[in-house]
């Protein structure tokens, strides 16, 4: 069975402190994808990045950088020199299936606190 | 181009009442999706549309019950409500209902049951 496991529920660092936030999945596909979204306190979240499963490469744009690693399972994603903008909740996300019976599944999220 | 549009922003109701959420997606996009946000589960997945035809559903009980319209824009009903149905209701949308679709997500509709 799918699932996605977001095991930081809430993370609290002070501004231009590096942090990395962790995704583990369990999937049995070969083909699935891999997202990350940012929730502001607006509500809206809003699409970060998408990673197949056959592309390890990992990516960087800017501050954010993302680390996939399939021999665990993990897409993780660190924020460098963090800022107070970078505040909100982020989730992971785990998508497989073919057109018409996919799935789209979520982590729980982790609450990113960037102090002052 | 306009995002994903979800009217009203805010809802109160009272318990064994229903109620209508709208959702006008992105436009150009067939897919249609809606979740369920609580601080206790997460983001649930609700019920998945794409040209009016509802093409996957999550767990949550027959009150909960959707449509999608020509133009691509959903509605959500859900009947007889209760406590447990407070929470934030995302509408997301793209372009192709395929599972390397990022989904684009509007603001959200705030629920609260009194």
């Known amino acids: 069975a799918q699932k996605v496991t977001q095991a930081q529920t809430e993370i609290s660092v002070v501004e231009k402190e590096d942090v990395t936030l962790d995704c583990v999945y369990e999937?049995?596909?070969?083909?699935?994808?891999l997202f990350w979204y940012k929730q502001p306190p607006s509500g809206e979240l809003v699409f970060l990045i998408r990673?197949?499963?056959?592309?390890?490469q990992n990516e960087i744009s800017g501050r954010y950088s993302w680390n996939f690693q399939k021999s665990t399972s993990s897409f993780n994603f660190t924020i460098t020199a963090s800022q107070v903008v970078d505040s909100a909740v982020y989730f992971c996300?785990?998508?497989?299936?073919?057109?018409?019976?996919?799935?789209?599944?979520f982590g729980t999220g982790t609450r990113l606190k960037v102090l002052a | 181009k306009a995002g994903v549009t979800q009217t009203p922003r805010y809802l109160i109701k009272t318990r064994g009442q229903q109620v209508t959420l709208s959702c006008s997606p992105i436009?150009?996009?067939?897919?249609v999706s809606w979740y369920q946000q609580t601080p206790g589960q997460g983001l649930q997945f609700l019920f998945e549309?794409?040209?009016?035809?509802?093409?996957n559903k999550g767990n949550f009980p027959g009150r909960f019950s959707g449509r999608q319209f020509s133009n691509s824009r959903s509605e959500m009903n859900v009947s007889t409500l209760e406590l447990g149905d407070s929470a934030l209701y995302l509408c997301?949308?793209?372009?192709?209902?395929?599972?390397?679709?990022?989904?684009?997500f509007g603001d959200g509709t705030r629920l609260s049951i009194l």
């Open positions: 996300a785990l998508s497989e299936g073919t057109s018409g019976t996919y799935k789209y599944i």
């Open positions: 990673r197949n499963s056959f592309d390890e």
């Open positions: 999937t049995r596909d070969t083909t699935y994808y």
């Open positions: 549309y794409f040209s009016e035809t509802q093409r």
């Open positions: 436009s150009g996009h067939r897919s």
């Open positions: 997301a949308s793209s372009a192709t209902g395929t599972a390397n679709q990022p989904q684009h």
